[in-house]
């Protein structure tokens, strides 16, 4: 088995996080640091900063209403970081982002392997809430839904958006780009001023209470790779 895919399935990162962890020299198999051309055999013995990984032998999948403050990483030193804010008993990460000024429903898993494909998955809607400072009119919901949004030199896909009042709309994107919905916002001398993501899917928000999370079907999880 290829070690970043030993190392997802160990519920320590993504695929994409393991080649990370491989490339800064963390990983060892049995007394040798790994690069990524290696392989697990089945006497081999994988360490992560010096501690011993095996593959999970139950998967987990949480919905989790994030907070405010809460910063979606799993690095133990970084403040308000997501993994102690919820102090789940064994060990998860969470499935994309959302930013830390942001609110709203994120993903978590131990399923490394699922995580990497739902993060590459290109036909994911995402739905959010969004309340901005200024009055919206059609011109803006216009152009927030058609695509003439350009962020780092490409235009965005177009959106679903609906005016929810003078102030807030409903959007419903597929791409998941840095501060996006911010961002375009911006391009409309609109700040916002709160911003909750409610839907990733088929799963949604519903009546989690914040800073409280569910536990999630594997089927449901799966869904969100087959539902179009």
């Known amino acids: 088995m290829n070690i970043n895919k030993y190392i997802a399935q160990a519920g320590i990162a ?3 996080g393991a080649d990370l962890l491989i490339k800064a020299g963390q990983v060892k198999i049995n007394d040798k640091i790994a690069i990524p051309i290696h392989k697990v055999g089945p006497t081999d013995q994988v360490f992560v900063d010096g501690k011993l990984i095996k593959p999970v032998t ?5 919905a ?4 405010v403050g809460v910063i979606c990483t799993t690095d133990p030193n970084s403040p308000n970081n997501i993994i102690d804010h919820i102090k789940y008993p064994t060990r998860i990460f969470p499935i994309g982002r959302l930013d830390v000024n942001s609110q709203g429903l ?13 993060m590459k998955a290109k ?5 959010y809430l969004v309340w901005v400072d200024k009055n919206l009119d059609e011109a803006v919901i216009a152009g927030l839904s058609n ?8 235009p965005v896909l177009p959106a679903k958006v609906q005016k929810l009042s003078d102030r807030s709309f409903k959007i419903t994107i597929i791409e998941g780009r840095n501060r996006q919905i911010r961002r375009m916002c911006e391009a409309f001398r609109m700040n916002v001023t709160k911003l909750q993501r409610v839907r990733i899917g088929q799963i949604t928000l519903g009546n989690i209470k914040e800073s409280k999370y569910i536990e999630i079907e ?5 869904k969100l790779l087959t539902d179009k």
């Open 147 to 154: 695509g003439t949004v350009v962020i780092d030199g490409f």
């Open 123 to 127: 036909t994911i809607e995402k739905e």
């Open 218 to 222: 594997p089927k449901d999880i799966r």
């Open 14 to 16: 993504s695929r994409r």
């Open 106 to 118: 994120i993903l978590l898993t131990n399923d490394g392997e699922l995580a990497q494909e739902v």
């Open 64 to 67: 989790f209403h994030k907070p």
């Open 58 to 62: 139950k998967l987990v999948y949480l």
